[in-house]
Protein backbone atom coordinates (compact mmCIF):
# COMPACT_ATOMS: atom_id res chain seq x y z
CA UNK A 1 0.00 0.00 0.00
CA UNK A 2 0.94 3.68 -0.93
CA UNK A 3 2.06 6.02 1.84
CA UNK A 4 0.22 9.47 1.70
CA UNK A 5 4.10 11.02 0.80
CA UNK A 6 3.61 8.72 -2.26
CA UNK A 7 0.76 9.15 -3.00
CA UNK A 8 1.26 13.13 -3.28
CA UNK A 9 4.51 12.28 -5.43
CA UNK A 10 2.30 10.56 -7.60
CA UNK A 11 0.01 13.18 -8.20
CA UNK A 12 1.88 15.76 -8.19
CA UNK A 13 4.46 14.32 -11.04
CA UNK A 14 0.97 13.46 -13.07
CA UNK A 15 -0.42 17.26 -12.56
CA UNK A 16 3.36 18.41 -13.92
CA UNK A 17 3.83 15.87 -17.15
CA UNK A 18 -0.14 16.79 -17.47
CA UNK A 19 0.80 20.76 -17.47
CA UNK A 20 3.63 20.38 -19.75
CA UNK A 21 2.15 17.56 -22.27
CA UNK A 22 -1.00 19.85 -22.54
CA UNK A 23 -1.49 23.75 -23.07
CA UNK A 24 -4.87 23.98 -23.18
CA UNK A 25 -5.83 23.37 -19.81
CA UNK A 26 -8.42 25.66 -18.30
CA UNK A 27 -9.54 24.88 -14.82
CA UNK A 28 -8.54 22.40 -12.26
CA UNK A 29 -11.89 20.34 -13.23
CA UNK A 30 -10.17 19.53 -16.06
CA UNK A 31 -6.82 18.70 -13.90
CA UNK A 32 -8.92 16.89 -11.77
CA UNK A 33 -10.77 14.49 -15.11
CA UNK A 34 -7.32 13.63 -16.23
CA UNK A 35 -5.89 12.80 -12.88
CA UNK A 36 -8.73 10.34 -12.73
CA UNK A 37 -8.27 9.00 -16.46
CA UNK A 38 -4.73 8.17 -14.94
CA UNK A 39 -6.44 6.50 -12.37
CA UNK A 40 -5.35 9.04 -9.54
CA UNK A 41 -8.14 10.42 -7.63
CA UNK A 42 -7.71 14.09 -6.18
CA UNK A 43 -9.46 16.93 -4.47
CA UNK A 44 -9.78 20.39 -5.23
CA UNK A 45 -8.46 21.52 -2.62
CA UNK A 46 -5.57 18.81 -3.20
CA UNK A 47 -4.91 20.10 -6.96
CA UNK A 48 -5.00 23.87 -5.59
CA UNK A 49 -1.98 23.31 -3.08
CA UNK A 50 -0.30 21.00 -5.49
CA UNK A 51 -0.15 23.73 -8.21
CA UNK A 52 0.79 26.15 -6.04
CA UNK A 53 3.63 23.84 -4.49
CA UNK A 54 4.81 23.04 -8.01
CA UNK A 55 4.51 26.43 -9.27
CA UNK A 56 1.97 25.52 -11.92
CA UNK A 57 0.25 29.25 -12.32
CA UNK A 58 -2.77 30.00 -15.47
CA UNK A 59 -1.24 32.52 -17.57
CA UNK A 60 -3.21 33.94 -19.95
CA UNK A 61 -6.47 31.52 -18.96
CA UNK A 62 -4.19 28.56 -19.19
CA UNK A 63 -2.29 26.35 -16.58
CA UNK A 64 1.65 26.91 -17.58
CA UNK A 65 4.74 25.37 -15.04
CA UNK A 66 6.73 28.60 -14.05
CA UNK A 67 10.44 28.87 -15.80
CA UNK A 68 12.55 28.34 -12.38
CA UNK A 69 14.48 31.49 -10.84
CA UNK A 70 18.30 30.59 -10.48
CA UNK A 71 20.15 28.83 -7.39
CA UNK A 72 21.07 31.98 -5.94
CA UNK A 73 17.31 32.98 -5.80
CA UNK A 74 15.99 30.46 -3.86
CA UNK A 75 13.17 28.58 -5.95
CA UNK A 76 15.47 26.42 -7.16
CA UNK A 77 13.84 23.77 -4.26
CA UNK A 78 10.50 23.34 -6.20
CA UNK A 79 12.39 20.42 -7.92
CA UNK A 80 14.37 18.54 -4.99
CA UNK A 81 11.27 16.34 -4.35
CA UNK A 82 11.64 14.97 -7.37
CA UNK A 83 15.42 14.07 -7.76
CA UNK A 84 16.22 11.06 -6.53
CA UNK A 85 20.06 10.92 -6.87
CA UNK A 86 22.85 12.00 -8.31
CA UNK A 87 25.85 10.14 -10.00
CA UNK A 88 29.06 11.71 -12.01
CA UNK A 89 29.13 10.31 -14.80
CA UNK A 90 32.67 10.87 -17.01
CA UNK A 91 34.55 14.45 -16.44
CA UNK A 92 31.68 16.07 -17.91
CA UNK A 93 28.05 15.10 -17.47
CA UNK A 94 25.89 14.15 -14.87
CA UNK A 95 23.12 11.34 -14.59
CA UNK A 96 20.15 12.79 -12.27
CA UNK A 97 17.66 9.91 -11.23
CA UNK A 98 14.11 11.18 -10.85
CA UNK A 99 10.93 9.94 -9.30
CA UNK A 100 9.18 8.24 -12.31
CA UNK A 101 7.59 10.34 -14.90
CA UNK A 102 9.35 13.40 -13.26
CA UNK A 103 12.74 14.17 -16.01
CA UNK A 104 10.85 16.30 -18.43
CA UNK A 105 10.06 18.67 -15.56
CA UNK A 106 13.88 18.71 -13.59
CA UNK A 107 15.41 19.23 -17.13
CA UNK A 108 13.21 22.12 -17.67
CA UNK A 109 13.85 23.73 -14.01
CA UNK A 110 17.64 22.85 -15.23
CA UNK A 111 17.35 24.61 -18.14
CA UNK A 112 15.29 27.36 -17.14
CA UNK A 113 17.59 28.06 -14.07
CA UNK A 114 20.18 29.06 -17.17
CA UNK A 115 23.71 27.78 -14.95
CA UNK A 116 26.75 28.76 -16.59
CA UNK A 117 27.88 25.32 -15.57
CA UNK A 118 24.87 23.71 -17.73
CA UNK A 119 25.75 23.15 -21.42
CA UNK A 120 22.54 20.90 -22.15
CA UNK A 121 20.17 18.41 -20.47
CA UNK A 122 18.72 15.56 -21.93
CA UNK A 123 15.69 13.52 -20.42
CA UNK A 124 13.83 10.13 -20.68
CA UNK A 125 11.50 9.04 -18.15
CA UNK A 126 12.94 8.88 -14.93
CA UNK A 127 16.56 10.20 -16.25
CA UNK A 128 18.21 13.85 -16.76
CA UNK A 129 21.54 13.86 -18.35
CA UNK A 130 22.77 16.87 -17.64
CA UNK A 131 26.35 17.83 -20.06
CA UNK A 132 28.60 20.42 -18.41
CA UNK A 133 31.93 22.26 -20.03
CA UNK A 134 34.28 20.52 -18.13
CA UNK A 135 34.98 18.79 -14.44
CA UNK A 136 35.51 21.86 -12.97
CA UNK A 137 32.06 22.60 -13.54
CA UNK A 138 30.75 19.15 -13.24
CA UNK A 139 32.13 19.22 -9.69
CA UNK A 140 30.45 22.90 -9.07
CA UNK A 141 27.11 21.53 -10.17
CA UNK A 142 27.28 18.58 -8.13
CA UNK A 143 27.73 20.95 -5.12
CA UNK A 144 24.57 23.09 -5.82
CA UNK A 145 22.69 19.56 -6.29
CA UNK A 146 24.42 18.64 -2.73
CA UNK A 147 22.84 21.88 -1.45
CA UNK A 148 19.80 21.46 -3.30
CA UNK A 149 19.13 17.78 -1.78
CA UNK A 150 20.78 18.80 1.83
CA UNK A 151 23.14 17.16 1.54
CA UNK A 152 25.68 18.40 2.57
Known sequence: METAREIREKRREALADIVMDNR????QTQLQVLLQERGI??????????????????VKGRYALKA????????FLDIAGFIQRVRISGTNLLVVV???????????????????????T????????????????????????AKLLGWE
Open 41 to 58: EATQSSISRDLRELGIHR
Open 122 to 145: LSGEDTVFVATRGEEDQQMLVGIF
Open 68 to 75: WQPVKDGN
Open 24 to 27: SIRS
Open 98 to 120: TSPGAARVVAFAIDSANLREVVG
